[in-house]
């Protein structure tokens, strides 16, 4: 069955650190540019942190630059996002994100982790 399944949300302290993982099952994951989404309450479902097949080519957007990391482990079939220097307004749902070229589906989702930023 092809799935990605997140883990690691939760209720952190502004200030803290968290880190969310990914793993995929039953597909090509080392063919896949991974990426990171988030959509809090009400607004739009926002694109975080990409990376390449290889790892090669990262990308951030501009409110997480700095603060967050996204990594991949091939061996594994699992990508990661490190989040440190947590802010309030990255309380989210944040989903997995598997682009696979050329599939006649090429988008596969993670039902997503919350993340929940306060004091």
């Known amino acids: 069955q092809v799935q990605l399944v997140e883990s690691g949300g939760g209720l952190v302290q502004p200030g803290g650190s968290l880190r969310l993982s990914c793993a995929g099952f039953?597909?090509?994951?080392?063919?896949?540019?991974m990426k990171w989404y988030r959509q809090a309450p009400g607004l739009e479902r926002e694109l975080v942190a990409s990376?390449?097949?290889?790892?090669?080519?990262?990308n951030y957007s501009d409110s997480v630059k700095g603060r967050f990391t996204i990594s991949r482990d091939n061996a594994k079939n699992t990508v990661y996002l490190q989040m440190n220097s947590l802010k309030s307004e990255d309380t989210a749902v944040y989903y997995c994100?598997?682009?696979?070229?050329?599939?006649?589906?090429?988008?596969?989702w993670g039902r997503g982790t919350q993340v929940i930023v306060s004091s």
């Open positions: 994100n598997a682009f696979r070229p050329g599939a006649y589906s090429p988008d596969i």
């Open positions: 039953g597909f090509t994951f080392t063919g896949c540019t």
């Open positions: 990376i390449t097949s290889g790892g090669r080519t990262i």
